[in-house]
């Protein structure tokens, strides 16, 4: 079985689903839903990604700048098996009522509320719960890499607490308008919204994170504290997060101890755009310190989510009940390393 798949929206998220859709052998890209005729429009139109508008106003106006569209987004939602929402933050929830008209499957991203799906998702979590759902959702990058840290780590003892404090990149690069410039701006509010979007994905956990939010725009940098309920050595750490899927330990002797270091090595293994998918563990930062955990991980916030979506087509559309499957499957297509 292939499945027709529809992204609408083709920003930071968008073009990466679509073009990891591209490389699925058990899925088929329809097409895009384009809102601006933009320099992202120029390039799925160099690269044959059919574009969908939303009306004759905006087809016409793609077409006096050059730019060929095929049609209009409801003909690709009634064209598709599934939808995978990929549109600014709030926009999803109002999306959400023209894929039920049409009777459609869709997937969510983490910037929508929990309520917008029957599911939130990670795939190492909890594939199996979002088996033949008609509405998933994918949570942010910073969840996602909480989450697979945390389910990992628990497969060791039971966790008393955890404390997270994130480190946030101001901006995605494009985004010239967004700031911070110099300055480091706290979270007024605590927890921060990433730890109860944690619980959505790992259920009733006790977590509270803090975060801030610093001039670079390259990836989130999260340190961890962990309370485990049994005694746990380093080693058991390391060997557990090891062969964990989507998580590599990074050999800082090597000299990879930056977030500018990770991307620059993306750049060297001729990652498309950069991208780490993978939660990116500094390995000399894990320590047990009075019985807790330490340690830090770096989070690419434009790749992270990418293979829990194409996961979250698979379990929707029960192309697998495998969830090891998918993972391999999406991972080899992606070429998401293991390790080092």
């Given at each position: 079985?292939?499945?027709?798949?529809?992204?609408?929206?083709?920003?930071?998220?968008?073009?990466?689903?679509?073009?990891?859709?591209?490389?699925?052998?058990?899925?088929?890209?329809?097409?895009?839903?384009?809102?601006?005729?933009?320099?992202?429009?120029?390039?799925?139109?160099?690269?044959?990604?059919?574009?969908?508008?939303?009306?004759?106003?905006?087809?016409?106006?793609?077409?006096?700048?050059?730019?060929?569209?095929?049609?209009?987004?409801?003909?690709?939602?009634?064209?598709?098996?599934?939808?995978?929402?990929?549109?600014?933050?709030?926009?999803?929830?109002?999306?959400?009522?023209?894929?039920?008209?049409?009777?459609?499957?869709?997937?969510?991203?983490?910037?929508?509320?929990?309520?917008?799906?029957?599911?939130?998702?990670?795939?190492?979590?909890?594939?199996?719960?979002?088996?033949?759902?008609?509405?998933?959702?994918?949570?942010?990058?910073?969840?996602?890499?909480?989450?697979?840290?945390?389910?990992?780590?628990?497969?060791?003892?039971?966790?008393?607490?955890?404390?997270?404090?994130?480190?946030?990149?101001?901006?995605?690069?494009?985004?010239?308008?967004?700031?911070?410039?110099?300055?480091?701006?706290?979270?007024?509010?605590?927890?921060?919204?990433?730890?109860?979007?944690?619980?959505?994905?790992?259920?009733?956990?006790?977590?509270?994170?803090?975060?801030?939010?610093?001039?670079?725009?390259?990836?989130?940098?999260?340190?961890?504290?962990?309370?485990?309920?049994?005694?746990?050595?380093?080693?058991?750490?390391?060997n557990a997060l090891e062969?964990?899927?989507?998580?590599?330990?990074?050999?800082?002797?090597?000299?990879?101890?930056?977030?500018?270091?990770?991307?620059?090595?993306?750049?060297?293994?001729?990652?498309?755009?950069?991208?780490?998918?993978?939660?990116?563990v500094f390995g000399k930062?894990?320590?047990?310190?009075?019985?807790?955990?330490?340690?830090?991980?770096?989070?690419?916030?434009?790749?992270?989510?990418?293979?829990?979506?194409?996961?979250?087509?698979?379990?929707?559309?029960?192309?697998?009940?495998?969830?090891?499957?998918?993972?391999?499957?999406?991972?080899?297509?992606?070429?998401?390393?293991?390790?080092?």
């Open positions: 079985m292939v499945v027709k798949v529809f992204v609408n929206g083709f920003g930071t998220i968008g073009k990466r689903i679509a073009m990891a859709v591209m490389r699925q052998d058990d899925m088929k890209l329809i097409g895009i839903g384009k809102r601006t005729p933009d320099f992202k429009a120029l390039v799925a139109n160099k690269l044959g990604i059919p574009i969908f508008v939303e009306n004759e106003d905006e087809a016409k106006n793609f077409e006096e700048k050059g730019l060929k569209v095929v049609g209009f987004v409801e003909d690709a939602i009634r064209e598709a098996d599934i939808i995978v929402d990929a549109a600014p933050k709030g926009i999803g929830k109002k999306n959400k009522g023209i894929y039920q008209q049409h009777g459609k499957k869709a997937i969510f991203q983490g910037g929508e509320e929990e309520s917008v799906a029957e599911v939130s998702f990670v795939a190492q979590v909890n594939y199996d719960k979002a088996l033949g759902k008609n509405y998933i959702r994918v949570v942010s990058c910073n969840t996602t890499a909480i989450s697979r840290v945390i389910h990992t780590l628990r497969s060791l003892s039971p966790i008393e607490k955890v404390r997270v404090v994130l480190v946030r990149r101001a901006a995605d690069p494009w985004e010239v308008k967004k700031g911070p410039i110099n300055a480091v701006i706290p979270t007024l509010k605590i927890p921060s919204h990433h730890a109860p979007d944690a619980k959505t994905v790992l259920g009733d956990i006790d977590i509270v994170s803090f975060a801030v939010v610093v001039p670079t725009t390259i990836m989130h940098l999260h340190v961890l504290n962990v309370k485990f309920k049994e005694q746990v050595s380093e080693s058991d750490i390391w062969e964990a899927p989507r998580i590599i330990l990074v050999p800082t002797n090597l000299k990879l101890d930056s977030t500018a270091a990770l991307i620059e090595l993306a750049r060297d293994l001729g990652r498309p755009r950069n991208d780490l998918y993978e939660v990116m930062s894990i320590r047990i310190i009075d019985g807790e955990l330490w340690m830090s991980y770096a989070v690419h916030q434009e790749a992270i989510v990418i293979p829990e979506n194409i996961d979250a087509i698979r379990a929707a559309m029960n192309l697998t009940d495998n969830p090891e499957e998918s993972i391999r499957k999406t991972d080899m297509s992606l070429g998401v390393l293991k390790r080092l």
